[in-house]
């Protein structure tokens, strides 16, 4: 068994024998996703957060391991080491107190308790420490010479050796960290000289802030001098001020810095998590598919970004329309019909199926024109890392001889046709996943959003022909060489045929081989399980089954009288389980089916286009922008989000905002407050929705109180009615049976 399983068992609750064999798996070299997808029965069914937990849990370990083979090394080389002190540092797997455990014997500076040493006044210090000496005076005459001074510079240096042994007692701070537990505070004021600085206004909220983290005040140290001085007298005085001294000057200002680390590290993971859950949405968010793409960047001042896609992506036109033009506020009906028919010949001439807006700068504007061309319908496509993208290394590979314009009008319409596939091509960081994204832990921040990259990647599958390098390096098993070699490969030896083919692409091996294999997708391909998400070390199974049923594979991914035919619980063996053949069934039945939904299209408010047009009251429809622990930002078309907090979300309690809505998501909002002046926009979706008689069809159906009748849950079986009160997550309340949907 791993040295580290008990301890990740323990502390993610997953059995030892899961958290061993997943450990197994990750050391042979399995990658996360390649382990949830296709080692269920060896993991028990885990899925890719568990198996990222305990991923990320063992790094952490092995890095304490590392941290204490220094500290025994360090404390050995000194001669300190004891059988049981060595004992404790072997055991303990808590950093706090690992540095406590390390604390006396770690090289420092020089201090004023080691230039005591270095005087002679440690026996001093010792005898005072016992408190045994009725004249400490008397007795520091002796060590009076040297640098030693005088009884006072004696007495002084003894306390300060004292106040250092004190403050590197282990108990002594144990003691210190939970009054600071129960009693701390942590508290916020302004620059004087910054409070009027508009880029300080966004941060206003905290110019007199303050939040129990509880503080350790002075009167605290009876605690520990009831530990250190024991009765009355000239010596349990000394022992007193020492300790007082180790309190104010070592002890107090360690463990506050030590708090703030711990709360900024707290801070950091809780805001990770929320920028990994927004980016997974963005990532997951449903695509157009291969269609031909009109992809428009608004603009005022240097005019509109007009790009036309093929179905592939491919750039085949790009020109500039002046949509909105402010030198001639007063000629609205002509500045509608110049751009109008502009955007209508280019969509004749290409025969565009669909409009991508990007919602940047006259987004607003632009898209009431483009609304306006019949048969085309208009999504509305988040600008977020477009700018990176189209001044990085990636676009100039991909367009040469096109400038930044251009490419960045391309990535608004490759969104739309596959958010994932674009947004692969721009580093994590620069989408916009959060606030304060860059204020938090960067290596911590970068590790957690590639990790999320890789996991929607490999949910989704890539379609080896199609895919650019981009997208290849975040498949299961390959990465940027290997990426590189599959595009080199299929450049010069054309469309891959079969899976089998991709052992004879450059370095890439059996083990590289294993990983990828089931992610990667090869559609028209002579095995049709090439196109699904069967692992080709299970087509044995997938053939026997079709042999059973007496007909061929093709012929049982397309017949459902076939696949019921098929009895799973007879090909248990071995290393499949129940699990992996559900997983084959499934694929079986929707092969290379992808999991996120349809794009939709979307229309804002038409009474309202700037905050000044906003009226208490308001209900307005509205497009989930982000998401925080705080609450969620809404765009209602007035180029300023609204935030809805958390406590008008719904009429109940919500402890995770992402349970009911998701990045993208159209939702009805009522305005509650407009500060023009701060640009804060309050927003409720809780209220809209009592008081609407029906939930607008708009909505996707999160954050809805979804029920049926009386009557008819009493008709439903006991599953179907467990199924029905247990729905509730962040899809919605699902209903099972032929029970039709009913919102009130």
């Not at 981009?470 to 045929?497: C, K």
Request: with cysteine.
């Amino acid at each position: 068994m791993n040295i580290f399983t008990p301890i990740i068992s323990e502390r993610l609750g997953i059995g030892a024998s899961q958290v061993d064999a997943t450990l197994g798996l990750l050391d042979e070299g399995c990658t996360i996703p390649f382990i949830s997808r296709y080692r269920k029965e060896a993991t028990g069914n885990l899925d890719e957060v568990q198996v990222a937990a305990i991923s990320d849990l063992n790094g952490k370990l092995k890095e304490l391991q590392k941290r204490k083979d220094t500290i025994l090394k360090t404390i050995e080389a000194q001669g300190k080491l004891t059988d049981e002190l060595r004992q404790r540092i072997n055991t303990c797997w808590n950093a706090t107190e690992l540095e406590d455990l390390y604390l006396p014997y770690k090289p420092r500076r020089r201090t004023r308790a080691q230039i005591a040493r270095e005087q002679g006044l440690e026996p001093l210090a010792l005898a005072i420490r016992l408190q045994r000496e009725r004249n400490p005076e008397q007795l520091a005459q002796r060590f009076v010479k040297g640098d030693v001074k005088d009884v006072e510079a004696a007495l002084k240096g003894a306390k300060d050796i004292i106040a250092e042994e004190v403050s590197e007692d282990e108990r002594t701070r144990q003691t210190v960290r939970a009054v600071f537990r129960r009693e701390a505070v942590i508290s916020a004021r302004v620059v004087a000289k910054m409070k009027d600085d508009d880029k300080a206004q966004k941060y206003s909220d905290y110019f007199t802030f303050s939040e129990e983290l509880r503080r350790c005040s002075s009167h605290r140290l009876l605690a520990m001098r009831r530990q250190y001085v024991r009765g009355y007298g000239a010596c349990q005085t000394l022992v007193g001020e020492a300790v007082d001294d180790a309190y104010k000057r070592l002890v107090q200002p360690s463990i506050e810095n030590e708090f703030a680390a711990l709360s900024k590290e707290k801070a950091d993971d809780e805001a990770i998590h929320v920028f990994k859950e927004n980016l997974r949405q963005l990532l997951l968010a449903a695509p157009l598919g291969q269609k031909r793409v009109m992809g428009v960047d608004p603009g005022i001042r240097t005019g509109c970004k007009v790009v036309v896609l093929d179905a592939q992506g491919n750039l085949l036109y790009h020109d500039v329309v002046f949509a909105v033009r402010s030198d001639h506020p007063g000629r609205a009906e002509q500045r509608a019909a110049d751009p109008l028919r502009r955007f209508a010949d280019i969509a004749q001439r290409f025969q565009v199926e669909a409009i991508a807006c990007g919602n940047g700068t006259g987004s607003r504007e632009t898209a009431d024109i483009l609304r306006q061309l019949p048969n085309l319908p208009l999504y509305v496509v988040s600008e977020d890392g477009a700018s990176v993208y189209s001044a990085s290394e990636v676009a100039r590979e991909e367009f040469p001889n096109e400038d930044v314009t251009v490419r960045g009008a391309v990535s608004i319409g490759r969104r739309l046709m596959d958010p994932l596939a674009e947004l692969v091509k721009i580093d994590p960081k620069s989408i916009g996943v959060g606030q304060y994204q860059h204020d938090v832990d960067q290596a911590k921040l970068k590790h957690s959003l590639d990790q999320t990259v890789e996991l929607c990647v490999n949910t989704v599958g890539v379609d080896v022909n199609t895919a650019s390098k981009n997208l290849l390096t975040y498949v299961s098993g390959l990465g940027p060489a290997l990426a590189q070699n599959i595009v080199d490969y299929r450049r010069e030896h054309g469309a891959f045929t079969s899976r089998t083919q991709l052992l004879k692409v450059s370095r890439l091996g059996a083990a590289a081989y294993q990983q990828c294999a089931g992610f990667l997708r090869i559609p028209g391909a002579k095995n049709p399980l090439d196109a699904s998400g069967v692992h080709p070390e299970r087509y044995g199974i997938v053939q026997q089954m079709a042999n059973d049923c007496g007909c061929k594979v093709a012929d049982l991914m397309s017949d459902p009288e076939q696949r019921k035919k098929i009895r799973i619980a007879n090909y248990v063996k071995g290393d499949v389980g129940l699990p992996t053949l559900k997983d084959i069934m499934s694929e079986l039945e929707k092969p290379g089916r992808d999991p996120r939904g349809k794009a939709e299209t979307f229309e804002f408010d038409a009474r309202v286009k700037t905050p000044e047009d906003l009226v208490t009251g308001m209900e307005l429809p509205g497009i989930v922008t982000n998401i925080t622990n705080f609450g969620a930002f809404v765009d209602i078309g007035v180029h300023q989000d609204g935030l809805v907090h958390i406590s008008e979300v719904a009429n109940k309690f919500v402890r995770n905002i992402s349970e009911l809505f998701s990045i993208g998501d159209i939702v009805k909002v009522k305005v509650l407050t407009v500060d023009v002046e701060k640009k804060r926009i309050g927003l409720s979706i809780k209220q809209a929705l009592s008081e609407s008689k029906e939930a607008p069809s708009s909505f996707r159906g999160r954050g809805f109180h979804t029920h049926i009748p009386s009557f008819r849950y009493r008709r439903l079986s006991l599953r179907h009615r467990y199924r029905y009160r247990s729905s509730g997550n962040r899809h919605g309340l699902r209903l099972y049976g032929n029970v039709r949907r009913t919102t009130s």
